[in-house]
């Protein structure tokens, strides 16, 4: 009986896995690209504006 609650402090006090660390990666990964065509596009519309 004693190592049944050996296991589960064991269990208690290890790191948690973080399960939902690959779907921030993407959502990042997606964001940041978004953001930087965004820039892009932006800059490239008004340098063709200014050049007339």
């Known amino acids: 009986m004693d190592t049944v609650f050996d296991d589960i402090?064991?269990?208690l006090t290890e790191p948690?896995?973080?399960v939902?660390?690959?779907v921030r990666v993407f959502a990042l990964d997606l964001?940041?690209?978004l953001l930087l065509g965004l820039a892009?596009?932006?800059g490239v519309g008004i340098g063709m504006a200014i050049a007339g």
Request: hydrophobic letters at 45%; aromatic letters at 6%; proline letters at 7%.
């Open 9 to 11: 402090a064991q269990a």
């Open 16 to 18: 948690r896995q973080d």
């Open 20 to 22: 939902w660390r690959p």
């Open 31 to 33: 964001a940041a690209k």
């Open 40 to 42: 892009i596009g932006l």
